[in-house]
């Protein structure tokens, strides 16, 4: 049987979407699985921020490149995501916080992050909504964010003009492999695809399996909040040294409080609930940031799923042994570098040289250490001068 | 300031309305320790609601709904339950852990049983001018009398469906405000076919009909088979427009008649407030004629989560009594299934209950057809008519977010921010669920918007109280 795809994409998040997008217009013909509706799970409830103070240093010089795409989201994806560029500030209170954001901040400065350490008068002058108990903050000029649920809108627009077969409420059972590529399963019938590309976010695990390849991806139930409308309280992008909040006000007036406090799912019921103590931590930090916050009221809270590999570095490459079948996702602040990782997918599977080398996963597959998959919470090795990456590219 | 300590309870009853009060009370009574939480200051809910402090009725004027209230409050105050008046849940986690914010501080408490009586909101099906000022729900009108002794306007138009139409109508009169008309769906011959069943409950019957003599000793126009077409005025409403309906709500192209007024009153059923079982997952059926989505429960309440209870107009819309009588069957429940009551007890008691139920079928059976929703009123909302209040997003918006491919309610309102404002999509969400099913086929098909905390938006300052900077557990920084 001839394959009436050249490509089939499993999942519709930000990376499915975005590497269905990029094929369709350099005219592979295309069809996409998405379980549910198009960017509906990670990569439409995140909170969208777009920073480089959050990123992984091995993933700056990507996040920049995808700053630059998102910022000219209108150009290549034709329509709006709400995208504001705008400063942003990585708070430290405690002279540990300081000294952990001036090392953090060089190490990014090093990846090419234009992240300088300003005073706290220099800070309020970006920034007036600041809290006075900021001890220094990083300050970069490449931050911003974007209205996260509507990707799913903006997605679905671009990949029905590019021709993209859509099929959503679609999920994907198994993938059989044929003579000339891949038969992917679906309830209706199972659809003959050349190629193929596996963007299940925290279901890559599942989809890998498929292959009976064992990726174990952690499942990070991250926890977000949203006030109501409230008067303009801040104009930009706020976080602390440790990462562990994202704070930014919409042109509408809501606030969304974020930092990857966790709740509690996973992968099989998705995110089921909230912690409060959590929400109240994640709350009382931003307004300990940003102390006029305290007069909004909360009007909504939630979980979403974020993946995470052993070494929190992307899956994104071909599957070893497996010709033409791709992995693309588990990319840490996904949404901010999503985009561009994809588009370097696309331009593989397009036989194009990619501009920046991929993730390949053959790292993440070794059988034995594969079973412990933790990632190191409780020491700050970059302080004592580790490196915790074993991965190079 | 650290968090508070989690209170230990047998069972936790939310909303002390009929429902919530005697589930509450019929558990006690079993030998739970039980407390009931409300985010008012006493106990009674809507239909029972009691008048702030400093506030009273003058005397006599206490009526069958305040006796009922002021027993309930007592009835309370003598038992064991633990009473947390003014307190919003604002958190559920756990199976179960409550989490409540009030101005006094908040609180948590834990139980492993959790009674769900929350009560209904108001269906208000749109027409233009229905965000001006002026313009109140029919059950909104009855708090605002009930609770402040005050009239909604001078002149008071009387809208929509049901029962309420001649309540609210008649406590008008009564308070010494005019009404203007009373323009109501249901013709004379719903309302007859309605009387037997009404009848079966001679008080309220009767009742019924000293609201009806009221309204006829002042000489109010009843419009039947009317529906308002539209209210206007510069800042608030100043004149509202009825035209001829037929049954399915949808105009019959007879003549209009523009009252002028300062006030309307409209509201088109209730609707079960059914955020609880929503935000823990538990199984909702679609069913019209309860008034929307209700929690799928056995005869005494039970949820498909284990250890959830749904009680009162919550669970379905019925009306007081029967709201008492699930809410008891629901105490009693928990109580059977916490060991405190044995079976042959519990047997006995809920027999006793059960037939109690029976009896009231028949009068919720007629109000609820008189209140029931008329599809075409939704079909015919007009483009550019408000939907969703808090957002502004018009009937037309939401059109074009349903051509763009939102094909049930979550994807719509990532798509059109319909629903995410202050009052959580309850007041939208009947009306754009029934506008997507015009698409997508059916109420099941579009589906309700996911259950999310907190409950009721909640000032951050309650639920932060004072804290330092120490006292914020900020995680392990992630990898860098
Ligand atoms: C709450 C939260 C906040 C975040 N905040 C930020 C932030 O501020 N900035 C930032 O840069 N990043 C943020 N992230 C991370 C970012 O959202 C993710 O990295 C990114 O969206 C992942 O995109 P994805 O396409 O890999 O996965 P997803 O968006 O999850 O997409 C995977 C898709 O696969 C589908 N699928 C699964 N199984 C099947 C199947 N069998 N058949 C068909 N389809 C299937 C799913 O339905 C899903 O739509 C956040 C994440 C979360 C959860």
Redesign the pocket.
């Known amino acids: 049987m001839k394959p009436a795809y050249d490509l089939g994409i499993?999942?519709?998040?930000?990376?499915?979407?975005?590497v269905a997008l990029f094929c369709a217009r350099a005219g592979l013909k295309t069809v996409l699985?998405?379980?549910?509706?198009?960017?509906?799970?990670?990569?439409?409830?995140?909170?969208?921020?777009?920073?480089m103070q959050?990123?992984r240093v091995a993933l700056i010089p990507y996040?920049l490149q995808a700053h630059a795409m998102w910022a000219s989201a209108r150009e290549w994806l034709g329509h709006d995501v709400g995208v504001v560029v705008c400063d942003g500030l990585s708070l430290a209170f405690t002279e540990r916080e300081a000294e952990l954001l001036t090392f953090r901040a060089g190490k990014r400065r090093e990846a090419g992050a234009p992240i300088s350490i300003i005073s706290p008068s220099e800070a309020m002058a970006v920034e007036p909504g600041l809290s006075e108990k900021v001890l220094c903050a990083g300050h970069c000029k490449v931050d911003g964010?974007a209205n996260?649920y509507l990707?799913g809108l903006a997605f679905r627009r671009a990949l029905l003009e590019a021709g993209v077969d859509l099929r959503e409420q679609?999920?994907?059972?198994g993938i059989s492999r044929e003579e000339q590529g891949f038969g992917v399963a679906?309830a209706q019938e199972t659809v003959p695809v050349k190629r193929l590309v596996l963007?299940?976010?925290?279901?890559?695990e599942?989809?890998m399996a498929w292959f009976g390849l064992h990726l174990p991806i952690k499942v990070?139930?991250?926890?977000?909040a949203v006030t109501e409308r409230i008067r303009p309280v801040m104009r930009t992008v706020v976080g602390i040294a440790s990462g562990l909040l994202?704070l930014k006000q919409y042109p509408h007036g809501t606030v969304v409080i974020?930092g990857?406090w966790q709740g509690v799912g996973d992968r099989k019921r998705g995110?089921v609930e909230l912690l409060p103590e959590n929400l109240v931590g994640n709350m009382r930090l931003a307004c300990h940031a940003i102390p006029a916050l305290k007069e909004a009221r909360l009007a909504r809270a939630?979980?979403?799923?974020?993946?995470e590999t052993r070494d929190a570095l992307p899956a994104a490459g071909p599957i070893p042994g497996i010709p033409d079948a791709y992995i693309?996702?588990?990319?840490?602040?996904?949404?901010?570098?999503?985009p561009y990782i994809?588009k370097l997918l696309a331009d593989r599977i397009l036989e194009r040289e990619p501009i920046d080398p991929l993730f390949p996963i053959d790292r993440l597959l070794a059988p034995q250490d594969a079973a412990q998959a933790t990632r190191p919470l409780s020491t700050h090795p970059e302080l004592a001068g580790a490196d915790e990456t074993p991965h190079s590219l | 300031m650290a968090l508070p300590l989690v209170l230990p309870f047998d069972l936790v009853v939310i909303g002390a309305g009929p429902a919530g009060g005697a589930a509450a009370l019929a558990a006690s009574e079993a030998g739970l320790r039980v407390v009931l939480i409300d985010e008012s200051a006493a106990p009674g809910g809507q239909v029972y609601r009691a008048m702030p402090a400093g506030l009273s009725h003058s005397d006599g004027a206490l009526g069958p709904d305040e006796r009922a209230g002021q027993a309930l409050r007592e009835a309370i105050a003598a038992s064991s339950v633990t009473w947390k008046g003014g307190a919003r849940v604002w958190s559920i986690s756990g199976r179960y852990r409550i989490d409540t914010a009030s101005t006094a501080g908040c609180e948590s408490f834990e139980a492993p049983r959790l009674v769900a009586a929350t009560g209904a909101h108001e269906r208000i099906v749109p027409f233009p001018g229905w965000t001006l000022p002026g313009v109140i729900g029919l059950a909104g009108a009855t708090i605002l009398m009930k609770s402040q002794g005050m009239v909604p306007g001078r002149r008071t138009l009387v809208a929509g469906c049901g029962p309420l139409l001649a309540a609210v109508a008649a406590k008008i009169i009564a308070g010494g405000g005019e009404v203007a008309a009373i323009v109501d769906l249901s013709s004379r011959a719903d309302w007859l076919k309605a009387l037997p069943g009404l009848a079966s409950r001679p008080a309220l019957l009767k009742q019924g009909i000293n609201w009806f003599l009221a309204i006829g000793m002042a000489r109010v126009p009843v419009l039947f088979r009317h529906t308002i077409v539209r209210a206007e005025g510069e800042n608030a409403v100043a004149s509202v427009t009825a035209s001829p309906v037929d049954g399915n709500g949808r105009l019959s192209g007879g003549p209009e008649r523009t009252f002028e007024v300062d006030s309307l009153a409209v509201g088109h059923g209730l609707v079960p407030g059914a955020e609880i079982p929503r935000l823990l997952r538990s199984k909702l059926a679609f069913s019209a004629a309860s008034g929307g989505w209700i929690p799928v429960r056995d005869t005494f309440g039970r949820c498909s989560v284990e250890g959830l209870y749904a009680a009162g107009d919550g669970a379905e819309i019925a009306g007081a009594l029967p709201a008492a009588i699930t809410g008891r069957l629901a105490g009693l429940a928990a109580a059977r299934d916490s060991g405190a009551l044995d079976s042959a007890r519990f047997e006995i008691l809920s027999e006793v209950t059960l037939a109690a139920f029976r009896k009231t079928l028949a009068f919720s059976g007629a109000a609820r057809d008189l209140m029931r929703p008329r599809p075409a009123m939704i079909e015919d909302i007009a483009p550019d008519t408000v939907v969703c209040r808090c957002e502004d997003i018009r009937r037309s918006e939401i059109e074009a977010a349903i051509a763009a491919g939102a094909s049930e309610v979550n994807q719509l309102k990532h798509f059109s921010r319909c629903g995410m404002g202050p009052c959580q999509g309850r007041m939208c969400g009947d009306t754009v669920a029934g506008l997507v099913a015009l698409h997508a086929g059916s109420r099941e098909a579009a589906g309700y918007w996911t259950g999310r905390p907190p409950l009721r938006p909640v000032p951050l300052s309650m639920l932060l109280g004072e804290f330092d900077y120490s006292d914020i557990p900020v995680p392990e920084p992630a990898p860098l």
């Open positions: 499993v999942g519709g998040g930000v990376h499915g979407a975005t699985f998405e379980r549910g509706s198009l960017c509906r799970e990670a990569s439409g409830v995140n909170a969208g921020t777009l920073t959050m990123t996040a964010y996260a990707t679609t999920p994907v059972s679906t963007a299940g976010g925290v279901w890559l599942d989809m990070l139930i991250n926890q977000l994202s974020g990857g995110g939630w979980a979403g799923l974020e993946a693309c996702g588990s990319v840490h602040s996904g949404y901010t570098s999503g994809a």
